[in-house]
T-cell receptor, first 113, second 114 residues
Framework: KAGVTQTPRYLIKTRGQQVTLSCSPISGHRSVSWYQQTPGQGLQFLFEYFSETQRNKGNFPGRFSGRQFSNSRSEMNVSTLELGDSALYLC????????????FGNGTRLTVT | GQQLNQSPQSMFIQEGEDVSMNCTSSSIFNTWLWYKQDPGEGPVLLIALYKAGELTSNGRLTAQFGITRKDSFLNISASIPSDVGIYFCAGRPSVSGGYNKLIFGAGTRLAVHP
């Protein structure tokens, strides 16, 4: 069974630009969550999508948004990039039930210059 | 907000030694998950715990869900060089609809000397 696939693996963007990251969950998984990982703040929850609906949201500004498609694939968008948005963005998938574990992809490393 | 205190922050051990790390919180969690992250990769799930008092093993790894639901520990026995990496605990808060809004510890960086 293929794992969680994130594309691209690396991105370099300039301040003010926008970026879209993609995540394909494990086959059969209906929940996709996004996390930001930085050396200073660690792993922080961005949002979760289940059956194309946002089910949970973390404490990030509105510049961070996402969506989920009918095939459970998800995209995350960051607009008006800031230097502080440089991070590893991780996607995790799960079947979606309350007590199901999350499985992470290898992330997209975003560098904002 | 909710926080997880993970300790120790780092460990330097000799190959063959046992390792113990733990996470504590003032909040109650429904699920505890332990992950290992290698450089340039995403966290890999090691053990998932769902019930207070639960003790679960995965090879040389053993983890327990604290009876108060506010803590968990991970033990690694007879460490080997490939155990090197960063270990994270993650808790699923005890709130309705919490689902996959996990709270992560800051990580324990493990170095193993052959």
């Amino acid at each position: 069974k293929a794992g969680v696939t994130q594309t691209p693996r690396y991105l370099i963007k300039t301040r003010g630009q926008q970026v879209t990251l993609s995540c394909s969950p494990i086959s059969g998984h209906r929940s996709v969550s996004w996390y930001q990982q930085t050396p200073g703040q660690g792993l922080q929850f961005l949002f979760e999508y289940f059956s194309e609906t946002q089910r949970n949201k973390g404490n990030f500004p509105g510049r961070f948004s996402g969506r989920q498609f009918s095939n459970s694939r998800s995209e995350m968008n960051v607009s008006t990039l800031e230097l502080g948005d440089s991070a590893l963005y991780l996607c995790a998938s799960s079947p979606g039930q309350e007590n199901s574990p999350l499985h992470f992809g290898n992330g997209t490393r975003l560098t904002v210059t | 907000g909710q926080q997880l205190n993970q300790s120790p922050q780092s460990m330097f051990i000799q190959e063959g030694e046992d390792v113990s790390m733990n996470c504590t919180s003032s909040s109650i969690f429904n699920t505890w998950l332990w992950y290992k992250q290698d450089p340039g990769e995403g966290p890999v799930l090691l053990i998932a715990l769902y019930k207070a008092g639960e003790l679960t093993s995965n090879g040389r790894l053993t983890a327990q869900f604290g009876i108060t639901r506010k803590d968990s520990f991970l033990n690694i026995s007879a460490s080997i060089p490939s155990d090197v990496g960063i270990y994270f605990c993650a808790g699923r808060p005890s709130v309705s609809g919490g689902y996959n809004k996990l709270i992560f510890g800051a990580g324990t960086r493990l170095a193993v000397h052959p």
